[in-house]
């Protein structure tokens, strides 16, 4: 097949216009474009390669004849509609977190396990992971091959991006009126003020004293990556607007040098190593907003194991976070699989 009917639910939220700025950008074979979203914003249009496209409402569109869905609509809208799909015959590439622990549902990182797309099979649909655990299993992945690691202690400071517009516009709000006297934005998506503040609360709080944010990333590493590594995490929101940063420490079987492990990243997919330890030398989450890569800084031993590491990683949570890994999983699903 030379083109491939592609289907977007969620179109007009964030993820959704990322991935069809992305499609664009890395010129995938589309042939018919479906623009889906909810009832309140269907009719709307949107712009895709000069034309304008109107955008379907999802619960009643017929996904028969669509090749690849890209899915983004919130979980239990995909929880409805991701099966629908895939029983007219469409393969769903999910971004919400509503399939990935299923265990007949392959969860994908294209530079970490691109094998696993395979098992589309069994139901039709492909889990996108959570954005701060897509970017950790990336800069793991070469040194987990190389070294075998052992544990993963990560603190992670996460941009409101990923918590939707409305995130956005609170920060954007709250940071006009903190230095205005008499003028407060009381907190409405964050249960505390954001903006010049940082809130270690990502979702809901689960009995072992863990948010939800925190035990996705240790069970998605143990799916996509090696269930025998101990993970623990601890996410944070702070006042940025996009961009996820991560302080990721790394126990290992073997030992592993700080100059070691920048050779192994260097040289691996979707990662740029930006890191000379002779000055300061990293990047920071403005940097990183709007590029495709996963990037790592701060690449040093960690003295309180034997078999230690330490590094910052940060990427644009809503790109390789998000559509990027979306769209990678769809372009290696025509490459393999569909085109074939």
């Given at each position: ?12 939220g964030?993820?959704g216009?990322?991935i069809?700025a992305?499609l664009?950008e890395?010129?995938f074979?589309v042939?018919?474009l479906?623009?889906?979203a909810s009832e309140?914003?269907?009719g709307?249009?949107?712009e ?7 955008v379907k409402?999802?619960?009643e569109?017929?996904?028969?004849g669509v090749h690849v ?6 979980g ?12 007219a ?5 999910d971004n919400?977190?509503?399939?990935r622990?299923?265990p ?7 530079e970490?396990?691109p094998?696993?797309i ?6 039709g ?5 959570n954005?701060?655990?897509?970017q950790?299993?990336?800069a793991?992945?070469p040194i987990?091959?190389?070294a075998?690691?052992?544990?993963v202690v ?9 918590a939707?517009?409305?995130a956005m ?5 709250q ?6 006297p ?7 998506k964050?249960i505390k003020?954001?903006a ?7 979702d809901?709080?689960l009995e072992n004293?863990?948010t939800?944010?925190?035990?996705k990333?240790?069970n998605?590493?143990h ?15 702070v006042p940025?607007?996009?961009a996820?940063s991560?302080?990721?420490?790394i126990?290992?079987?073997?030992p ?14 979707g ?6 330890p ?25 003295f309180?194991v ?9 990427s644009d949570?809503?790109?390789?976070g998000a ?9 290696v699903?025509?490459?393999?699989h569909?085109?074939k």
């Amino acid at each position: 097949m030379d083109v491939f009917n592609v289907a977007i639910a969620g179109a007009t939220g964030n993820v959704g216009r990322e991935i069809l700025a992305i499609l664009e950008e890395r010129n995938f074979p589309v042939g018919e474009l479906h623009l889906l979203a909810s009832e309140r914003t269907a009719g709307s249009r949107v712009e895709y390669r000069g034309r304008e496209i109107v955008v379907k409402n999802l619960a009643e569109f017929d996904f028969s004849g669509v090749h690849v869905g890209l899915f983004s609509p919130g979980g239990s809208v995909s929880a409805v509609h991701a099966p629908r799909a895939a029983a007219a015959g469409c393969v769903v590439v999910d971004n919400t977190s509503h399939f990935r622990m299923e265990p007949d549902v392959p969860l994908v990182v294209p530079e970490v396990n691109p094998e696993a797309i395979a098992g589309y099979k069994k139901r039709g649909i492909i889990a996108n992971p959570n954005c701060s655990t897509i970017q950790m299993v990336v800069a793991l992945k070469p040194i987990h091959d190389a070294a075998c690691i052992k544990r993963v202690v990560v603190a992670t400071y996460q941009a409101v991006s990923g918590a939707g517009k409305a995130a956005m516009d609170e920060l954007m709000e709250q940071s006009r009126a903190f230095y205005i006297p008499g003028r407060d934005v009381p907190p409405k998506k964050f249960i505390k003020p954001i903006a010049f503040n940082l809130i270690p609360h990502i979702d809901a709080f689960l009995e072992n004293g863990y948010t939800k944010e925190e035990m996705k990333m240790v069970n998605e590493t143990h799916k996509i990556l090696d269930p025998n590594i101990r993970v623990t995490a601890t996410t944070v929101r702070v006042p940025v607007f996009n961009a996820h940063s991560e302080v990721v420490t790394i126990e290992t079987e073997k030992p592993l040098s700080p100059e070691e492990a920048r050779e192994l990243l260097r040289n691996a997919p979707g990662i740029e190593v930006v890191d000379d330890p002779t000055k300061p030398s990293y990047i920071t989450p403005r940097e990183a907003a709007g590029k495709d890569a996963t990037f790592v800084s701060r690449i040093r031993k960690d003295f309180s194991v034997e078999n230690g590491l330490q590094m910052w990683v940060v990427s644009d949570n809503l790109r390789k976070g998000a559509a990027l890994n979306a769209v990678q999983i769809a372009e290696v699903l025509i490459r393999d699989h569909l085109g074939k």
